[in-house]
């Protein structure tokens, strides 16, 4: 019989990036108590890794920017099928939210009059994106983290959790492991908080941590809460593409918001090509129009580099497919150019993005003021997560809520840059609102030990198997599996074989063995991690079926146009009785006039 | 393939060895590549700290060659690989296993220091004003992404473990970016004297050498903060002169909010 210790919180938050951080911040405050399970470090999280800013309508350097604006873009660059309730209160809430990071103590970079500078990214019509340098990921989870230290938080670092734990229909509490002793915990909570990130790590490529393993999508999904929008997976255009060892290190959209541009082997500026039609009256037509634009001028239209990332990844992937890639499979992103332009190239380039500046150096031997970079997509994001209630992020499970990546709907089919931090302050900060109130409004539930038992004896299976399969040849054949036939053009044969594979996933998963002892073992915790990833890659590939048509990040080569059909549903995923993935389509809400009103001025 | 052989210390607070693992070398790899690899095919219980393996979570800290480093940013063409490359833990932190340090303490010394307290906001809207000049320093303190890399190296705290009596250079960076925050009010340099015990500080600027992010640890942000302990405590007509400083810059905040 294994033993446990028992931790009780009113609140529990599973994830320690930014809408982590938040939620645990906004709980506290209400003044309940707050437990934070971290995966890693605290501080580690990979919020840490953001680049470009934070994209909120504080109209300090466009005083044209209004919530509206933000919202309408937001709409366009989801396709529509985002949920428009989270759309707008994100438009509305994010200045608040970053405004508040400035009172918690962050030091974004400043406009000539002293405020919170601003600049330019794919799909935002104005300069909307608060930043510092292109390390604005780090001074945001900085900030929170700071703030939230002396906030009575009870953080657990290099905790996992296996699974939820329910009684009845709500869920109670959670059952994780310590990584550095394997030792076995109860986190019973009145509510839980999901802010677990990304899924990354079902790819090969892809500009995610090790610990981007969809664990908070599956989690809620084996606790009976509904997945929506998982075909949408974003490639971001812009990852690194050599030497082999930093395939897929993110080179930030701030290369592009700061005049970067793309060119192909022979040179061309191959974004003028093809401009969107819902794009064509905010794209510039010219060069010359393009640079003004990232110079400030605020006649000028966008230049086509900045159009969505769902767009320009697509277009890269044409320029290699049709034989005008560079020598290592990617296309040149060339902000040395600006050579031309500007006196001081190269002391602005290196204060606007001192990150890459050092990426480049140290690890591709390239100086980016003097020579381009060759990139290629990565995977980057899942727009799709855990179905929530736009207001209170609660999920269909009561005592269940989500916030940031690992919930879905603000970004529809696709995500604009810069939303995805907004999106954390804003909806963490709901959640742990929510979250307090309904653990103030409920006692807890019953732990029921069976579950407990039967859950902890299937993690340590591993153990009783020292001579089975290696996890990480599973974890690396699965992600060779998404990456060729999931990845970002996709059609009906690849990806019913990848559902194919995916049954073999499952037996071999089931057969892993370990070596060692539960002390801090990576290949154990790689073990345990592969229900996590198999169950979103099946997820993703289900969804992205049964979308027969292209739209935002969704590509299939089978169904290259819109379909009327699909315009208006999300794809819906649960658990059904059997145990199997259910997948259908539903109605989106409809939305109310005064919204349509909005993107009808904002055409 | 060309090949490489790595000696890894594996073994936890009561012992262990350096094991040797070889493993085949491509171009731009990094110490963490290989080290990965070695986990993924040789050694599936090797444990150690990673995350972004981009230079910017500051979780794979350990030596290399003798040399902290962040694994994920030392590549293998800087090292002499004709002979075997040594990676072993941290030495300023308890070992817990292999390349796995409890860096716990460096979180507890964070908590005690004061948090940020903001002057009230400078606009009727409840923002401020800050120059870019005025944040440029803070800002550069605020690239640390706590490797620890500064603590692991400092001999304060690796030769005399004195970790009661003395923050180590991180946190005293950390005091330095509060300090210098345009819009802070707290005081802190009580603390820097007594508390975080500056004064052990002896500048050799090994701090500085090993930071990832080229912070000028020691120059801008140690010195710096010695020179407010020494006028503070040990200067009486600069602690006059300050103290009316302080007020005439508050009433400058007044007029401007007026």
């Not at chain 1, 799909?123 to 990921?137: F, I, N, S």
């Not at chain 1, 929530?388 to 089919?413: H, K």
């Not at chain 2, 940020?116 to 800002?139: C, H, L, N, S, Y």
């Amino acid at each position: 019989m294994p033993e446990y210790e028992t931790f009780q919180h009113d609140v529990l938050i599973i994830g320690s990036g930014g809408a982590g951080l938040r939620a645990a911040i906004e709980a506290s405050a209400a003044g309940v108590s707050v437990g934070m399970v971290c995966k890693c470090l605290l501080g580690k999280a990979h919020t840490v890794m953001a680049e470009g800013g934070i994209a909120a309508a504080l109209a300090n350097v466009d005083d044209r920017d209004n919530w509206k604006v933000h919202f309408a873009d937001t709409m366009r660059g989801g396709q529509y099928v985002n949920n428009w309730r989270m759309a707008e209160l994100h438009a509305k809430e994010a200045p608040a939210r970053v405004r508040e990071l400035e009172a918690w103590g962050a030091v974004f970079d400043r406009t000539r009059d002293g405020r919170i500078l601003q600049r330019n990214f794919g799909g935002h019509k104005y300069p909307r994106l608060a930043h510092v340098g292109d390390r604005t990921g780090l001074e945001m989870i900085r900030t929170l983290q700071d703030h939230g230290i002396h906030q009575g938080i009870d953080v657990y670092m290099e905790t996992c959790i296996v699974t939820l734990l329910k009684d009845g229909d709500r869920v109670v509490g959670a059952l994780g492991y310590d990584r550095e002793r394997g030792h076995f915990k109860i986190f019973q909570a009145k509510a839980v908080v999901l802010a677990t990130g990304g899924i990354g790590k079902a790819y090969k490529i892809t500009s995610n941590s090790w610990d981007c393993t969809g664990d908070g999508h599956s989690l809620a999904y084996h606790a009976g809460a509904t997945l929506i929008d998982m075909e949408y997976v974003q490639f971001h255009p812009t990852g690194m593409v050599w030497p082999p060892s930093v395939a897929g290190m993110l080179v930030t959209e701030g290369v592009r918001g700061e005049g970067g541009i793309l060119t192909n082997a022979d040179g061309k500026r191959f974004m003028f090509d093809f401009i969107p039609d819902n794009y064509k009256t905010q794209t510039a037509d010219n060069e010359e129009e393009g640079w003004r634009y990232t110079q400030g001028d605020k006649n000028a239209r966008r230049p086509p580099e900045l159009l969505t990332r769902d767009h320009v990844a697509r277009c890269i992937v044409r320029e290699i497919k049709e034989g005008r890639g560079t020598p290592h499979g990617g296309v040149y992103l060339d902000i040395s150019w600006i050579r031309k332009r500007l006196s001081n190239a190269e002391e602005h380039i290196k204060r606007k993005l001192p990150s890459m500046h050092h990426q480049f150096k140290a690890l591709g031997d390239i100086d980016i003021t003097k020579e381009p970079m060759e990139v290629g997509p990565t995977t980057h994001y899942i727009m799709g997560g855990v179905r929530v209630d736009a207001d209170t992020q609660m999920s269909g499970v009561p005592g269940l809520f989500a916030a940031g990546e690992c919930a879905a709907g603000i970004n529809g089919a696709n995500r604009l840059g810069g939303n995805s931090l907004s999106d954390l302050l804003v909806f963490g900060k709901r959640a742990g609102e929510f979250a307090a109130k309904f653990a103030k409004e409920n006692s807890y539930g019953k732990i029921d030990n069976d579950q407990v038992d039967r859950y902890t004896r299937e993690a340590l299976k591993p153990f009783e198997n020292s001579h089975g399969e290696n996890p990480y040849s599973v974890q690396r054949d699965l992600q060779e599996v998404m990456q060729h036939n999931v990845g970002i053009v996709r059609d009906e044969s690849e990806m019913q074989s990848a559902l194919d594979h995916s049954k073999t996933f499952w037996e071999r998963a089931a057969q892993v063995g370990v070596t060692g002892n539960r002390d801090f073992n990576p290949g154990w915790h790689t073990a345990l991690d592969l229900r996590n990833l198999l169950t979103v890659a099946e997820a993703i590939t289900h969804a992205a079926l049964e979308r027969k048509e292209s739209r935002g990040a969704q590509f299939r080569d089978d169904y290259p146009e819109k379909d009327e059909r699909f315009a208006k549903v999300n794809t819906v995923i649960r658990k059904a009785e059997d145990g199997s993935m259910e997948v259908r389509l539903e109605p989106l809400p409809e939305m109310p006039d005064y919204l349509k009103q909005v993107i009808e001025e904002n055409r | 393939m060309k090949t490489a052989v790595f000696k890894i210390w594996r073994g936890n607070a009561t012992g262990g060895e350096f094991r040797e693992y070889t493993t085949g070398v491509s171009e731009g790899m990094v110490v963490l590549d290989a080290v990965n690899h070695i986990q993924a095919t040789q050694a599936n219980d090797l444990a150690y700290r990673w995350n972004c393996k981009a230079g910017k979570c500051g979780s794979c800290s350990a030596e290399v060659n003798g040399m902290p480093k962040l694994m994920c940013m030392t590549r293998l063409s800087d090292l002499p690989l004709e002979k075997p490359v040594t990676v072993q833990p941290m030495k300023a932190f308890p070992l817990i296993k292999d390349l796995l340090t409890d860096v716990s303490w460096n979180f507890r010394v964070k908590k005690k220091i004061k948090k940020f307290k903001p002057r009230p906001p400078d606009a009727p809207d409840g923002t401020w004003r800050m120059q870019q000049e005025d944040i440029d320093r803070v800002q550069e303190f605020r690239k640390c992404i706590e490797c620890f890399l500064c603590q692991d190296v400092c001999h304060v705290l690796r030769d005399h473990g004195m970790h009661e009596k003395f923050i180590g250079p991180r946190f005293l960076i950390h005091v330095a970016a509060l300090e210098m925050h345009p819009l802070d009010t707290e005081n802190r340099v009580e603390e820097l004297r007594n508390a975080y015990g500056i004064g052990y500080c002896n500048i050799t600027k090994c701090c500085t050498k090993v930071c990832p992010e080229s912070i000028h640890i020691t120059d801008n942000g140690i010195i710096p903060l010695k020179e407010r302990v020494v006028d503070d405590f040990y200067d009486p007509l600069g602690w006059i002169w300050r103290r009316l400083k302080k007020k005439s810059d508050r009433q400058n905040v007044e007029e401007l909010k007026r």
